[in-house]
T-cell receptor
Framework: QKEVEQDPGPLSVPEGAIVSLNCTYS??????FMWYRQYSRKGPELLMY????GNKEDGRFTAQVDKSSKYISLFIRDSQPSDSATYLC???????????FGTGTQLKVEL | DTGVSQDPRHKITKRGQNVTFRCDPI?????LYWYRQTLGQGPEFLTY????????KSRLLSDRFSAERPKGSFSTLEIQRTEQGDSAMYLC???????????FGPGTRLTVT
């Protein structure tokens, strides 16, 4: 079993839809949670990062963490074609420590 | 302030050759990380520096791989006697001391023929 599980998709939604992307993890030592967006053949771009359980909002993006269930989510409101990319969750046990990534979910937002 | 930069962006080499990649982190970021990403997978951790000290190495980092960060600024990753299985995207990331979020560069895509 992988330490971080993420549905690879692909996920296809119409423009304007609300998108929900999810990861589960097995190690309760994981304490820091990040979401990255990666366009094809580019490096990952940091979207959101959080330490606490609960919600964190930034524009159209909301990151949600439930440590008791070991479950994290990223919500994208009013999705746009430019949001079409692979979304990676990344988790670490402590500040400065290595990141453990999910496999990434490929998202396509269609006109 | 520029982000993390990597050079070259793409490298094609023949099996058995040595290659070296360079990473320049965000200025004043003490921590520097190397990851490897293959198609359809998330990045996998290779190694990590705090200033010039290499603090952790993954078991993925075989003895053909070596990384350095001699003055605590830029870093190099060398692969000796490349194999076809080394074909991947090599990503560098950096973070500030006390922070947990990491910022990635554009990556170096290695193709071993």
């Amino acid at each position: 079993q992988k330490e971080v599980e993420q549905d690879p998709g692909p996920l296809s939604v119409p423009e304007g839809a609300i998108v929900s992307l999810n990861c589960t993890y097995s190690n309760s030592a994981f304490q820091y949670f990040m979401w990255y967006r990666q366009y094809s053949r580019k490096g990952p771009e940091l979207l959101m990062y959080t330490y606490s359980s609960g919600n964190k909002e930034d524009g159209r993006f909301t990151a949600q963490v439930d440590k008791s269930s070991k479950y994290i989510s990223l919500f994208i409101r009013d999705s746009q074609p430019s949001d079409s990319a692979t979304y990676l969750c990344a988790i670490s046990t402590g500040g400065g420590n290595k990141l453990t990534f999910g496999t990434g979910t490929q998202l396509k937002v269609e006109l | 302030d520029t982000g993390v930069s990597q050079d070259p962006r793409h490298k094609i080499t023949k099996r058995g050759q040595n290659v070296t990649f360079r990473c320049d982190p965000i200025s004043e970021h003490n921590r520097l990380y190397w990851y490897r990403q293959t198609l359809g997978q998330g990045p996998e951790f290779l190694t990590y520096f705090q200033n010039e000290a290499q603090l952790e190495k993954s078991r993925l980092l075989s003895d053909r791989f070596s990384a350095e960060r001699p003055k605590g600024s830029f870093s190099t990753l060398e692969i000796q006697r490349t194999e076809q299985g080394d074909s991947a995207m090599y990503l560098c990331a950096s973070s500030a001391l006390g922070a947990y979020e990491q910022y990635f560069g554009p990556g170096t895509r290695l193709t071993v023929t």
